[in-house]
């Protein structure tokens, strides 16, 4: 019996891995972007160091989720070209990386929980009166079901939840964008005319120097809106000339 159930589990995880190949799903980045009104991307703002680990995980540091998150918010919203900037605070809550289990049977799911909020940087406030928690997990494909603590490494279970995360912090925009963004639904471009060109010299860089920013120093950087100086995401943006 014992024989049996071994090479049960076996088969089970063998079709895991099958499962893993056959369900990677096509990057949505390759799309043209979802419409955002008038969104172009300013300072994002990442601050990791209260996040609290749920065991069982493995662990990360706040270096790596604030690098990880930037990197694939900046991947996401760098592709929008709006005439307004707009700036991401965010705040990771919590996280669980999952550790190497018995496949399907007790296969330990990865989650990251994080604060989100927005700010408009030509009216100086943020836009949300009230952070918005989010909940995302590594996504339903072959890697879960077996358990990612077997398949993927913890960078790339990082990689996947920041990945998820910015993708549904663009839902949660699209759910507010004729409030915020000045979204016309009638108004909206054809979708070869979104895709744009990387190449296009009238577009401006998400990084947008030289723009105009809050300059209201605030101790709270989640509370305050990104200053000229992102590399340090735990102090209060400094007052610019």
Request: glycine share 8%.
């Amino acid at each position: 019996m014992r024989g049996l159930f071994t090479t049960l589990r076996l088969l089970l995880f063998v079709a895991g891995l099958a499962l893993v190949a056959g369900c990677a799903g096509k990057d949505d980045l390759d799309e043209p972007p979802v419409p955002l009104g008038d969104f172009r991307l300013g300072y994002t703002i990442v601050v990791a160091k209260n996040a609290k680990d749920i065991p069982p995980s493995r662990q990360a540091t706040a270096e790596e989720w604030e690098a990880v998150l930037k990197e694939e918010l900046q991947r996401r919203f760098g592709r929008y070209d709006g005439d307004r900037i707009y700036h991401f605070g965010i705040a990771v809550d919590g996280y669980a990386l999952a550790v190497p289990g018995v496949p399907v049977i007790l296969a330990p799911k990865s989650m990251l929980v994080l604060s989100a909020n927005l700010w408009d940087d030509a009216a100086g406030k943020k836009l949300n009166a009230e952070s918005e928690q989010l909940s995302v997990g590594e996504g339903l494909n072959g890697a879960t079901l077996v358990g990612t603590g077997l398949i993927r490494t913890k960078d790339e279970q990082m990689r996947a939840l920041a990945r998820n995360a910015a993708k549904r912090i663009e839902r949660w925009l699209v759910e507010h964008r004729e409030e915020w963004l000045h979204y016309d639904p009638d108004a909206v471009p054809p979708l070869d005319a979104m895709a744009g060109t990387a190449s296009d010299e009238a577009s401006a860089p998400a990084s947008v120097p030289g723009a105009e920013v809050v300059t209201t120093p605030l101790d709270d950087p989640l509370d305050a809106p990104p200053g000229p100086s992102p590399a340090k995401p735990d102090e209060a943006p400094s007052r610019a000339n």
